[in-house]
């Protein structure tokens, strides 16, 4: 009995001494509080803003500052491409043969941002988001939830894309159901 008065005789001194509204509150951010470098989180929000910009030019159907973004051996790399989609690109020339004629086929693209992260390594970024794209000749809309990591260069540009989406969902969108293997 001595023993738990103790600790909680203990627990009441510590929470009235962080209470004290006498007591100057700490000026350090969060951050400097969990001992991550400023430099480290400045890359981490830079890297968040080119994962943003990357969806905007898509959006923009901007391909070729799309592409921009990668570096010259930057990849993109699709998973779960399920033999049914190009399993990823390697290098600009690819990435742009890749992603130059998926506007033309389509009537429009949006990608909301759901949630976006900087992660302990700030070269990394993972984001999820939704594809909300129209189909053209008013054939309705392909819609998935995608999760992707990205990871930068010491320059900012975007070494590698995975994108991870539900290869079922996106064979029904594009009446693809019948060639699943």
């Known amino acids: 009995m001595k023993k738990y008065l103790l600790v909680m005789g203990l627990v009441g001194l510590m929470a009235c001494q962080t209470s004290d509204p006498t007591q100057k509150k700490s000026t350090k951010k969060p951050s400097e509080t969990m001992n991550i470098p400023q430099q480290g989180q400045e890359v981490g929000q830079q890297n968040k803003a080119t994962v943003r910009k990357f969806f905007t030019l898509l959006e923009q159907e901007n391909i070729t500052a799309f592409v921009d973004l990668f570096a010259e051996n930057g990849q993109q790399i699709n998973p779960y491409a399920s033999g049914l989609f190009p399993a990823g690109a390697k290098g600009k020339a690819a990435l742009k043969a890749y992603w130059e004629p998926v506007p033309s086929n389509f009537a429009g693209m949006k990608f909301p941002i759901h949630e976006i992260y900087a992660m302990e390594d700030p070269n990394m970024v993972f984001v999820r988001y939704a594809g909300q794209i129209k189909l053209k000749n008013d054939a309705g809309t ?12 010491s320059t900012g540009k975007i070494t590698e894309y995975v994108e991870i989406f539900n290869p079922i969902v996106a064979a029904r969108g594009f009446g693809l159901l019948d060639k699943i293997k």
């Open 142 to 153: 392909y819609e998935n939830e995608y999760y992707s990591t990205f990871k930068f260069d």
